[in-house]
């Protein structure tokens, strides 16, 4: 009996058999191996707001918090539900989970998000203005995107 190709053996295999998923939707404005890194912490993530999609969504919300453009300051709102859907709503909840991702990615690939959270930062800085108060509100004032007046012309 002839010798079977080697090629023709691995024609015949499924490729990548023993992926269970799809791969993961690459983030706008990332690249696909820190896609792929979020992704995974996403999946592995014991936190109940970081979930697979969490990081993207959380950075589309941030970057459209200081629209429109101009100088009028922002404020940002309580969600009115705290369920994994909703809690996006508030803009500081986005930052939150954008805050757990970048902790718990390697250090490699988290140089380009955090850049991009960097910039991000400075924009809803200037459009917020400071709560003097906010150590007395906040559960979590220990943060500074935490520490900014709610309500107001949103």
């Not at 890194?37 to 999609?53: F, N, Q, T």
């Amino acid at each position: 009996m002839p010798r079977r190709r080697p090629g023709a053996l691995r024609a015949e295999r499924s490729p990548r058999s023993g992926r269970s998923s799809p791969p993961p939707e690459r983030i706008h404005g990332l690249s696909a191996r820190t896609s792929v890194a979020i992704d995974r912490v996403e999946r592995l993530s014991g936190d109940y707001y970081v979930h697979p999609g969490a990081t993207d969504r959380a950075l589309r919300r941030y970057r459209a918090f200081p629209q429109p453009p101009g100088r009028r300051p922002r404020y940002p709102r309580d969600a009115e539900c705290s369920c994994r859907g909703c809690s996006f709503e508030d803009v500081r909840h986005a930052r939150d989970v954008l805050a757990e991702v970048l902790r718990q990615l390697p250090p490699r690939s988290r140089a380009r998000p955090a850049r991009q959270v960097r910039a991000l930062d400075a924009g809803y800085a200037e459009r917020t203005p400071p709560d003097p108060f906010a150590a007395d509100r906040q559960w979590r004032s220990d943060l500074w995107w935490r520490r900014r007046p709610t309500g107001g012309p949103g």
